[in-house]
């Protein structure tokens, strides 16, 4: 079985929306909240304008991370 299961390009394009709309999404099997993290703040090397975040199900232990731009500071 593979260890690292994911989600499809589908799921994570909604999780992406939610996101990028300022609400938290659930994961799309299990109906929870997902744990939220930014990542790279503090690290110069990914530039300003570029925020990745991380969503992990604390229940399927399913993660997804992407890049979401902050539209609101330029
Ligand atoms: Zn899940």
Redesign the pocket.
């Known amino acids: 079985m593979t260890e690292t299961a994911r989600f499809t390009s589908a799921e994570e394009k909604a999780m992406r929306e939610t996101v990028q709309s300022g609400e938290i999404p659930l994961?799309p099997?299990?109906a929870?909240l997902m744990t939220q993290r930014a990542i790279g703040g503090g690290s110069f090397g990914l530039g300003y304008h570029r925020q990745r975040e991380w969503l992990l199900?604390p229940?399927?232990r399913?993660s997804v991370i992407f890049d979401v731009k902050r539209g609101t500071r330029l």
């Open positions: 994961c099997r299990c929870v199900c229940q399927c399913r």
